[in-house]
Structures are given as C-alpha cells and as structure tokens.
C-alpha cells in the first residue's frame, strides 16, 4: 500500500503491486497497474500525469514517484490504468534550466553549486575531484544534462538522500556490506554477460601542454597495451588528452583505467529475500558484497548497479532480481574482508596487541561465542556467516571454518582438542596467539624481568608451545 497524491494536494490510499527499478546514479522508475472498482471509481478517473507517489516501501521510505505516463484501457465495463512514474527529484532536475554560459576551467564544487542553484536541492561532495575545463555548458541547458555532464567531466558518481534531499558527489557509490549472494542459498539463475562492443587493448596518453598547443607537441606521452593485445592483437582506444597533466603516474593511471575499463561484465541473478537467515541483506545499489555460484567457478566482490523490486499490495517484496557490475575476472578472492566475527580474524589476521588477547586458548574459544546473536540455526548445526567466511559447530565434527563460502572447510576444535595446525604461529615475521612485537621483546627480555641486551631468552616462543595444547 502506497500513498498518492494530486496536484492540488489530495492524498489517497492505493493497495496494488508495483514494480520499481534502480539504477547507479540516481535513475528510478516505478510502474503499477490500477482496476477500476466501485471503492475506487472517483479518484482512480481523476489519477493523471504529474500526481506524486509516496511510501512504496513503507512509512519509512521517502523517496517519490511523478507520474509522467498514464494509460487506460477498457476491461469489459471496467477500466484498467497503467501508470508509469520518475523519481521525482531526475523529474525535478530535467524540468530547471541554467541560462548562464560555463565556460573555462571549474572545480568540483563551483560547478555542482553553480548548477543546482535555486532548484531546492542540496549538493554535497564527498571525494577529492580534480578541476575540469568546460567550453560552452549551460546556455539553457537542464540541469539534469549539466549534471550527467560534471560528472563525465570529473569521472564520478551520485548518490540521492531523499531525507535532507542532498545529491552526494564521489568517486564511486560503493559500501562494503555484511551479507553475501550465494547460488542455492540466497540467490538463483546467475548469468555473466560480457560487452565487448567498445572494447580496447591499446592506448596512448598526452598531458603538460597549454591550451594553445595541440596535443601532438605535450611534454608528457606515455602509451599502455594490456596484455590481451599479445592474443587478440591492438584495439585502439580514443587518446587521453589533458594538458593540465603534470605527473607520469597521473597520466598512466588515466590511460590505464581507459583500456581495463573497457571490457564491461556484469552478472544478473534472482536475490532471494530470506528475512529470517540473512535480516541484513537488503540489497541497495551502490553495496560492495562477496557473489558466489559453484556453477560458473565465480567467487567474486561485485557492486550491485541495479535492483528491481515487485512488491504486492501489501508492500512485501516478492521478486529482485539484481544486476552486479565492476566486475572483472580474476583470482578468486581470499582476502579477509571484515572483523565481524573475531575468531575468523584471528584465524585470517592472527592476534593483535592487546593484552587481554595474550590469555590462553580458553580466550580464543570465549571469542568464537560472543557473536552468537549472528548465528544461523538448521538441521546442519549452527553456522555464522560474513561474506565468503563461515564459522559452524556441527554435531559430529566440531566447529569448523570455511573462506570459501562453505565450498570446503577445516576442523578447528574437534572431540580430540584444538587443531594446532589452524592457527598461526607466532615469528618474527608474523603474528601468532601473541603479536610478534610482544614475543620480540619476551626473546630480549631476561628470568628477572629486565632487558637482556645479549643473547636472547626465548621466551616468546616458550609461550607459544605452552599455550598449543600436545606441545
């Protein structure tokens, strides 16, 4: 259930499924169909283009809808209306206009704050952008094209809060988020599409040149080949022109990102809402989450860059399917990604300095508990997940951990005590159930409690042995 709203301001209640779509940088369409009935007859003959819509996922949601497109068609003797709405600050962007000319060279902030002047909203930048030269924007141009425009210019994205109505310029939407997307488990019917259609192997760079000077004669030129152009041959990239480019790295880093860019992937799949086993996952464009499916071998951190959501009348979500670009074929990943659970971090990181860490194994294993509240309960034990990193006690093995997202595991505390060989032993090179600067200075430290500047004691590694029980 949603409210809508007219233009002279009469609110009205709506039970009917809708479906919207959300796109990186701020594109939002909403779509639902209305039948006529004797209840709703008078105002559903009144709903036009340019009514609002409001709350389509609950009190709590913010965000509105402009109808912009609004069709009927007959039913028998009743009428059916389909209605197709925007979100109402792109609507509100493409209808204000700057008449000013913006030409010459502008920072981030004079830009955005030039362009967004007296159309209500707010303009915030999060992220350091780099000055830009613009030759002829504005001159009765929209806002929202200037907008697509700046952030061409200064290679960034936006994100909208609807709550303050801010549009938040940065580098990349992208959040780190708990949960994860697993084939049979939380996600179904992935697909990995590749787009080659601008695809480049080769390309050259030119910075440090005035403006009056053509690009051929620039002090700085470098040119990259990616390592595809030793199989496929040289896919030619239009050339990175910027005569404010001072530093080599600068340049290659523009042209690099050109040519790696270029081969666009993107994976789609069917997110499955388990509210009970995963409360988190509510998936947002612009969330940055580990993707696994043992079907296609891909284990990946992917950025979600669409979601469709079908709610009934009700307001539940019954379908989303999402749509996950950045995405790039490489190793799998192994990489810890968070602290949520601190025995995972342990296992991955090994222990820090604190002091209270440097207590025996029964510290260790008072750990493992203490994020129960995360842990899943089903007929296969008890399992804490964070992204790819499972934690689970199953009855006849003990408690065993996986970075794989359960693909394999091993045993960490089983009948017979603790598996020694899974965790780190404490060098000077690494940290162990002690930091290696603490077993550094038990090495150098002598029976009396002071500094031994000869040789050394060794009692470092006497703790580790005492504290790993067999040893």
Known sequence: MFKIVSPQGDAYLLAVETE???????????????????????????????????????????????IKIARRHAVGKKQTLNCIAVAKHISDLKRKRVYDNLSGSFTADRFFNTIFRGTGYNVRIVDKLYANRFENAGDGDTVLNLLQEGLKHYRAEFEYIPHDRTFVITKSVKRKQPYYLKDFVNAMNFQIEEDATEFYTYAKGFGNFKDNTKFQKAALKLEYRHPLAAIIGDYEAPPVKDGRIKKRDTLYHRVKSLVDDSLKMSISLDFLMLQDDFPEAVP?????????????????????????????AKGKVISQPVILGDYKKHDRYTQSVSNATSYVSRIEKGIGKDADKLNNA??????????????????????????????AFKAKKGIVYSSDGGKTFIDLFKGSGINTAAIPVVTDQQNGLMSKEDKQKLDAMSQDGTVNTGATSGLGSIFYKFVNVGE
């Open 362 to 391: 029964i510290r260790v294993s008072n750990s493992i508990f203490s994020f129960v509240q995360q842990l899943n309960v089903n007929d296969k034990g008890l399992s804490a997940v964070d992204g790819l990193h499972v934690t």
């Open 20 to 66: 919207t779509t959300h796109k990186l940088n701020g594109d939002m369409t909403l779509s639902f169909e209305v039948v006529e009935t004797d209840d709703n007859r008078d105002f559903v003959n009144r709903i036009a283009k340019f009514w609002t819509v409001q709350n389509v996922g609950g009190e709590a949601d913010l965000m509105e809808f402009v």
């Open 284 to 312: 947002r464009v612009g969330d940055y989450i580990p993707v696994g499916s043992q079907v296609l071998n891909l284990y990946e951190h992917v950025r979600i860059v669409e979601v469709k959501t079908k709610r009934n």
